[in-house]
């Protein structure tokens, strides 16, 4: 498998904290395809449903159920482990949620940050370290231009609040632990991804699949919402096209990386639904709108020029294609669950394919 990055990780030891979830074992199946030496650290698969439980992939690589808040085994792990590049996605991840578990939001969200780059810290064989955030760190003024990675880090809620304070802190170890020790540190912000294998709570696309599965009528809190669709693959893509400029060029390529789609994949959440419907097996789910009175924001859009310009990488995928890529991958759970890696591994190659 062939990609601008391929030789920088191919027989590398490769660290995700994460991994059971959905970005998470997305990467890990790349990075297996790309020759890394993958390990995994975090909590147990949610259900029996999630890619990581479908795909096999304890059978493929090291993991180690553990919570990113317990940082004595975690930094035991890491130091057990040596590895050459980490990744940190472990993270409470819904918006929502946040309100219902605040203080398990930010103990997770900034203590796991501080843990992660603790470990890094510790560590005598890591080189490059990518905390993987989200677009919401941004003080959400509600703009219709795009957040730039200079813009006010924030958030009103306690999802985005916790984003923002672990990219501060993210930017604190940068400059107070490794400006001058040959680590490279940065961190990558994506939008609301999207992609197969995703089944957690209170996000739009599995909410649609799981009411076709169960044949109820989907409910939405915010039709209108704009946000940043993106196929899971296009961040993913980016965050080891930052990884790999760290290793090779170091320190300038450090700080905050945005990594969104086209401008012209900024949909509402009833475009969404709408190009989802348009497949015969979905015309018939019934919608119904019941607003929501907890905060979220109404419009969110990245600027993705810094990365665009000075990474290799760009996003592929136009709306219509993301919404295809999206779709296919839940249909190959529910047709060919026996080989689900594979069909991750067919996706991953035609997402190549049409990025050269």
């Known amino acids: 498998m062939e990609t601008s990055f391929s030789n920088i990780y191919k027989n590398k030891k490769v660290l995700i904290t994460g991994d059971t979830g959905f970005k998470g074992s997305w990467l890990s199946i790349l990075l297996l395809e790309l020759g890394a030496e993958v390990y995994g650290y ?3 698969a949610y259900t029996e449903k999630d890619n990581y439980v479908k795909c096999k992939l304890s059978n493929k690589y090291r993991h180690l159920d553990g919570d990113i808040r317990d940082r004595e085994k975690f930094i035991k792990y890491v130091n057990e482990v040596k590895p050459d590049f980490m990744f940190h996605l472990a993270a409470q991840a819904i918006v929502l949620s946040s ?6 939001t930010f103990e997770t969200n900034l203590m796991g940050t501080v843990n992660f780059f603790e470990a890094v810290r510790q560590s005598s064989s890591v080189k490059v ?4 955030t989200s677009d919401k760190c941004y003080d959400n003024k509600e703009w219709i231009w795009g957040y730039r990675e200079n813009d006010a880090m924030g958030g009103k809620d306690p999802y985005s609040a916790s984003k923002g304070g672990s990219e501060i802190i993210t930017n604190s170890y940068l400059h107070s632990f490794f400006s001058n020790t040959g680590i490279n540190i940065a961190s990558g912000r994506a939008g609301n991804v999207i992609g197969g294998g995703d089944w957690t709570e209170y996000r739009i696309v599995p909410d649609f699949f799981k009411a076709y599965l169960s044949n109820e009528k989907l409910v939405i809190r915010h039709p209108n919402a704009t946000r940043p669709w993106q196929f899971v693959l296009e961040p993913i893509f980016g965050y080891l096209s ?3 400029a760290l290793f090779e060029k170091g320190f300038e390529y450090s700080g905050g990386w945005n990594f969104g789609p086209q401008s012209n994949t900024h949909k509402t959440v009833s475009d969404l639904l709408s190009s989802l419907k348009n497949h015969d097996d979905f015309r018939s789910l019934v919608v119904e709108e019941i607003p929501n009175p907890l905060h979220e924001a109404s419009y969110l859009k990245l600027d993705i020029t810094k990365s665009s310009t000075h990474l290799a990488w760009k996003p592929v995928l136009n709306f219509e294609q993301t919404i295809d890529f999206t779709r296919s991958g839940y249909l190959d759970e529910l047709t060919s669950p026996s080989n689900l890696y594979e069909k991750r591994v067919d996706q991953i190659k035609n997402y190549i394919k049409l990025g050269n």
Do not use: F, Q, R, S
């Open 129 to 132: 370290a990518v905390n993987v």
């Open 242 to 244: 930052l990884g790999a």
């Open 42 to 44: 975090a909590l147990p």
């Open 99 to 104: 309100y219902t578990n605040p203080i398990e």
